[in-house]
């Protein structure tokens, strides 16, 4: 069973008294451990079809199944804390809370669900994210005072706390110089072979794209290519 | 409580505009705390003023019919009000029974009118701690001997040891005239002057024509303000198994000072010998206590205006607050916060604001009563019977500052509801391709 797929998914925008097809009927999986970049020029949905991947937005039509579930006739409530135990996310301007240092930060999505870890269990949990994205000494710092590449680790950490199956990111080095860009690249990379978790990312970055193992590029809300690549010593 | 954390420390990131609401409140709270303290210590220092001017609590007061039906003021029956006292177990701090008329003083062809306490001095010791003397004594007073104020002293130009001529009324009407030699002058008693001068009991019974055993008030003054209508109670109860006695309260005074509605009575009616009145401070100053309860309902009313006004700019803050956070709380939306987390968020901001601003506003109405207390209007000054020792005093009821800063947390809570239901209502998406 794919962890994601989604069938037929369509997405209009009402503009005025017009509407625009953001997506017009997209169908395609994601497996578990995927490392997926979703491409494409500006305006061609790739935004759009993340946000519906990690239930931020509901499709006009078509259905989003996460692990075979479908998602579009689920509550308010029930998605939110789908969101919370599956997905994890990764924005393009970082979006980390300012009045919260880096720790905190980090920590905070674990606050927020019914169910509670240990706290010590927590509490090395979040310990160890800090120091998996090299921010150790900087685990006291607020948002303003980190650079554009350690906001984005710290996001990273964030999206990683819950421990979900699935971690998206909007453009993920948009914000960042290319050498902090494929740093940041190669830091998901690690942690998608170390935790096996599942990395969907949207970029427009060719270079970028060549770490994907699994790509889907996109023009005008439709699906132009969808493939996967072929890598030593890994299965396609 | 990771909202309610992350609340707190929203409030540092407009560190002006938390101010300025905090300030806004805090405002409020005072002004409300102001009057709350003013009209709690109105009653008491009123009772307290009074209390020390009629010389007691509890009051007792004899009434005759003269032949031409006049009500005049007197109290032959000392022994059987002594035994009903007794018998109401009355404690008194201090009793007091006086007479007094109203005359003029002449001197060297300068006249003075005013009221003349007769008392007796060695049973009311604690008159001579109470009066600040100017010059005289107290001590050896002799029967004709006089104590008056000092403003009635230069307006009649005498010192102590001169004579004055006093022309009065009988307590029946009869046109009298006596002397008395000045044996003390006290200093300015400021608004009181007309009615702060004292001389022996005994001259003045002579001079109104009653008997030495007779008078015409009689006062306790009880150790503490509470349960003095209570003793009234019992005190009326007692005198009226004994003697004449008006009913406690006068029929049809709702609304209507009760001692004035019962003299208006007392008009209407004809009895003979003497008939006994019994009243305490409190009905006196029954008005007193609607001018509080008017103030504490002005209280109120100025707390909902100014909260009114109030709640508009915390809606109004709220609502930009929304706009500034929307990527946020897209982001918190994202990442797991759920809907009511969100409108939370808001709500305890909003509660933290608000017991900031009550906690400061609380402060400030101290230090300002602190910084009002501390002036000294003086014991002349025409506030004289609202003030404590000449001082402004203020008292708080903790229940009644507990329930207003219930209100205005409730309040505040109000105004941030629609701004924080908005909020928790955003749609995830939306919220997120925002820009600010």
Redesign the interface.
């Given at each position: 069973m794919s962890i994601i797929e989604l069938a037929e998914v369509r997405k209009t925008y009402p503009l005025g008294k017009t509407e625009v097809q953001a997506v017009k009927g997209v169908s395609f999986r994601i497996e578990r451990g995927d490392f997926i970049s979703i491409a494409g020029p500006s305006g061609s949905g790739k935004?759009t079809i993340l946000?519906m991947i990690?239930l931020?937005?509901r499709p006009s039509g078509g259905e989003v199944l996460i692990e075979g579930k479908p998602t579009s006739k689920l509550a308010?409530?029930e998605l939110?804390?789908l969101?919370?135990?599956t997905l994890?996310?990764i924005?393009q301007?970082f979006?980390l809370?300012?009045?919260?240092n880096v720790r905190e930060n980090v920590e905070?999505?674990l606050?927020?669900?019914a169910k509670r870890q240990p706290r010590k269990e927590a509490a090395e949990w979040v310990d160890f994210l800090i120091e998996e994205v090299g921010l150790s000494d900087w685990k006291g710092h607020r948002s303003n005072e980190l650079s554009g590449g350690q906001r984005q680790r710290v996001a990273i950490a964030?999206a990683l706390v819950?421990k979900p199956k699935i971690v998206l990111a909007d453009e993920p080095t948009a914000n960042l110089d290319s050498a902090t860009g494929e740093q940041i690249i190669e830091l998901m990379k690690k942690i998608n072979r170390d935790l096996e978790t599942t990395f969907i990312f949207s970029t427009h970055d060719a270079k970028i794209v060549d770490i994907a193992d699994h790509v889907v590029r996109l023009r005008d809300g439709l699906v132009t290519e969808n493939f996967r690549r072929e890598r030593a010593g890994a299965e396609a | 409580?990771?909202t309610a954390r992350?609340a707190f420390?929203?409030l540092?990131?407009q560190k002006r505009r938390s101010f300025l609401l905090g300030g806004a409140i805090a405002f409020g709270v005072m002004i409300v705390t102001l009057i709350d303290g003013f009209a709690g210590a109105f009653v008491d220092n009123v009772s307290e003023n009074f209390s020390n001017l009629l010389a007691g609590h509890v009051f007792v007061e004899g009434v005759e019919k003269s032949p031409k039906g006049r009500d005049l003021d007197i109290i032959r029956d000392d022994a059987a009000l002594r035994e009903a006292a007794e018998a109401a177990g009355i404690e008194a701090k201090y009793v007091s029974r006086r007479s007094a008329l109203q005359g003029s003083l002449k001197f060297a062809g300068r006249t003075a009118s005013l009221a003349v306490q007769g008392v007796d001095f060695a049973a009311e010791s604690f008159l001579a701690e109470r009066l600040a003397l100017a010059s005289g004594s107290l001590d050896n007073l002799p029967r004709d001997g006089i104590v008056i104020p000092e403003p009635i002293a230069d307006k009649l130009g005498v010192e102590t040891g001169d004579r004055l001529l006093v022309t009065t009324r009988t307590y029946s009407g009869q046109q009298n005239v006596g002397e008395f030699a000045v044996a003390a002058v006290i200093k300015d008693p400021g608004i009181l002057g007309s009615i702060s001068a004292y001389a022996t009991r005994d001259y003045v019974n002579e001079l109104l024509d009653l008997a030495p055993d007779e008078y015409q008030a009689l006062s306790f003054y009880l150790p503490s303000l509470s349960g003095m209508d209570e003793a009234g109670d019992r005190l009326h109860a007692e005198v009226s198994s004994r003697l004449q006695t008006f009913e406690r309260e006068a029929p049809g005074a709702e609304g209507e000072n009760p001692i004035l509605a019962m003299m208006r009575g007392e008009d209407e009616e004809t009895w003979t010998g003497v008939k006994y009145r019994v009243t305490t401070l409190n009905d006196a100053l029954a008005q007193v206590q609607q001018i509080v309860d008017v103030l504490e309902t002005a209280s109120l009313v100025i707390l909902l205006v100014l909260f009114l006004i109030i709640m508009v700019g915390i809606t109004n803050t709220f609502r930009i607050i929304m706009y500034e956070r929307i990527?946020?709380i897209?982001?918190?939306?994202?990442?797991?916060?759920?809907?009511g987390?969100v409108r939370g968020l808001f709500l305890w901001e909003a509660l933290f604001l608000a017991l900031g601003g009550a906690v400061a506003g609380l402060a400030a109405a101290s230090l300002v009563m602190l910084g009002v207390g501390l002036i000294d209007f003086g014991l002349d000054s025409p506030l004289f019977i609202i003030l404590k020792n000449g001082h402004m005093s203020f008292r708080l009821d903790w229940a009644s500052v507990a329930l207003k800063v219930a209100i205005v947390a409730f309040l505040t809570l109000a105004a941030a509801f629609l701004p924080a239901r908005s909020a928790a209502k955003l749609?995830?998406?939306v919220a997120?391709?925002t820009a600010v």
């Open positions: 935004t946000n990690g931020v937005d308010d409530r939110t804390t969101r919370h135990e994890g996310f924005f301007s979006n809370i300012p009045v919260l905070f999505p606050l927020l669900g964030r819950t | 409580m990771q992350l420390r929203n540092s990131r990527r946020e897209g982001t918190m939306r994202a990442v797991g916060m759920q809907r987390q749609d995830p998406a997120l391709r």
